[in-house]
């Protein structure tokens, strides 16, 4: 049955250049770019990356239709399916049954109680690390927080306790991976590349370099459950879920490549997002002393002197709020696509099969339709009613529909945590002469990391 009405017409868009269409101006200025598109032609843009038509939607009831009303219309996005191509059949990147299946599997472990039982492990891990910062020291606090969050989702998901040298080496794989993206057609346009340039050479090591810290990650864990005669591995965790699972048809388990692809994904969608949303949420502060006395009157009231817990979460109403507004002007997911499999109409336009769609985080979240003063951070926003009556899709930062962030609450609960148990100590000012640039790779990372001054409470 056709759902395009006959006087569907083409949507708006700029001119692009006769070979590549919009490419180069958007692989310029990836966030500039669909700024000045929505701005200047509405809900729904039509543009062309080389030979591939791609509509930036930005209408919340537009989002709300591809993610959650006729989600079964829509797949990921070409160039999502290429460039996270080595992220397997994992939750992320993986489409239909199978990865119905795989995510009725992994859900328990981030349901809300078991969520809360990760707490300990989140202000623990924040607790140790402020203890080695010295009043006074110039650091890499994005560096930090990578490392932290690293940390937390090996320990809490994977019962692993990563080992120093195992930072070092995962955190320059990731920054091969983010520089493959940054740059050129970023996360929705990219040529798959088996020619080894330089770029793609050092892009194949990196995975090597992740696989083996996964495979053995997977390899330990067998070794103990078999030892104990247990074939979830002996532990309570997403990783023992995963390895107890058995196929309802053949009784077969998870396949070492399968267990891989999941570990990966977690892996990686578990920590960079939070981890940038951090170190935002610090520069943010930074520029914003009123804001973060704030932030130290609640923190005196609530937690009287003692390290944050689950039972205070509910009472640290403006910390979360600081962190929701965090997310709105600096969102980790900073965009992301889907394509559409039939036809389809959106926004009163025809949307042939194949076409690719973008949603940006970045440009909705700043949309002055919806945000009073949107360029401004103003944490006060989501406590004065100002907000309560915006659209779902107004606001967004995880996706939504089915495939929703499955570590949503596992990312709120960590970022208000960690950001309470830090700031009882310190306070981060920017290093003098310091330019944090924009990196809007697969995640919204600073450029050349976030240098800051500690200061001791
Ligand atoms: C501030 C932190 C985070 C942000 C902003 C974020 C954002 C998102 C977004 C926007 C999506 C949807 C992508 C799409 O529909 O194409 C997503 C999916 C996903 N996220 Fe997160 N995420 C965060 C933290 C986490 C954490 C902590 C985990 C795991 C521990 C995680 C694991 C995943 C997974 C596995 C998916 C795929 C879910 C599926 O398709 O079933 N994320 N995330």
Redesign the pocket.
């Known amino acids: 049955m056709s759902v395009v009405s006959p006087e569907s017409k083409l949507p708006p868009g700029p001119r692009g250049s006769f070979a590549t269409g919009n490419l180069l101006d958007y692989t310029r200025d990836h966030l500039g770019f669909l700024t000045r598109c929505a701005r200047e032609y509405g809900d729904v843009t039509r543009l062309r990356f080389v030979n591939v038509p791609v509509y930036l939607l930005n209408h919340p009831d537009h989002i709300e239709y591809v993610?959650v009303r006729n989600n079964r219309n829509f797949i990921?996005s070409r160039g999502?399916r290429v460039s996270l191509g080595f992220l397997g059949q994992?939750?992320?990147t993986s489409e239909g049954s199978f990865?119905r299946r795989?995510?009725r599997l992994?859900q328990p472990a981030?349901h809300r109680e078991r969520v809360a039982a990760y707490g300990e492990v989140m202000v623990e891990s924040a607790e140790r690390m402020s203890a080695t910062w010295r009043d006074g020291e110039v650091r890499d606090v994005h560096r930090d927080m990578m490392r932290l969050?690293l940390e937390i989702?090996a320990k809490t998901?994977f019962g692993v306790p990563l080992q120093p040298a195992q930072f070092e080496e995962i955190g320059g794989a990731l920054a091969v991976i983010a520089e493959r993206f940054t740059g050129r057609g970023g996360v929705f346009f990219q040529v798959p590349e088996r020619i080894p340039t330089p770029g793609n050479l050092r892009f194949r090591q990196a995975l090597r370099t992740l696989d083996a810290l996964i495979y053995g990650i997977i390899r330990g864990r067998r070794a103990t459950g078999e030892a104990d005669g247990e074939e979830d591995g002996g532990g309570d965790d997403l990783l023992s879920m995963l390895l107890a699972a058995r196929d309802e048809d053949t009784g077969e388990g998870m396949g070492d490549k399968q267990l891989r692809d999941e570990v990966m994904?977690?892996l990686l969608?578990?920590?960079e997002?939070?981890a940038?949303?951090l170190s935002w949420t610090w520069r943010l502060l930074a520029r914003h002393p009123e804001i973060e006395d704030t932030l130290h009157e609640e923190l005196k009231e609530v937690l009287a002197g003692r390290p944050p817990a689950i039972g205070d979460l509910s009472w640290l109403r403006y910390t979360d709020a600081i962190v929701k507004e965090s997310?709105r002007l600096y969102?980790?997911?900073w965009a992301?696509?889907?394509e559409a499999v039939g036809d389809c109409e959106i926004g009163g336009y025809h949307v042939p099969a194949g076409t690719q769609l973008i949603m940006s985080?970045w440009v909705m979240h700043r949309d002055p339709r919806y945000y009073e003063d949107p360029l401004k951070f103003r944490p006060e926003r989501w406590l004065d009613g100002s907000t309560s009556m915006l659209p779902g899709y107004a606001y967004?930062?995880?996706?939504?529909?089915?495939?929703?962030?499955?570590?949503?609450s596992?990312?709120?609960m960590?970022?208000v945590l960690l950001l309470a148990t830090i700031a009882r100590s310190f306070r981060l000012r920017s290093a003098p002469g310091e330019r944090v640039t924009l990196r809007p790779s697969i995640?919204l990372r600073p450029g050349d990391g976030m240098w800051m001054v500690l200061q001791k409470r």
């Open positions: 993610l990921k999502e994992g939750l992320l990865w795989q995510r992994a981030f969050t989702v998901l994904t977690i969608a578990g920590h997002t939070t940038n949303a997310l969102p980790p997911a992301f696509g889907r985080q967004f930062p995880f996706g939504g529909g089915p495939r929703l962030c499955i570590g949503q596992f990312a709120k960590e970022a995640t």
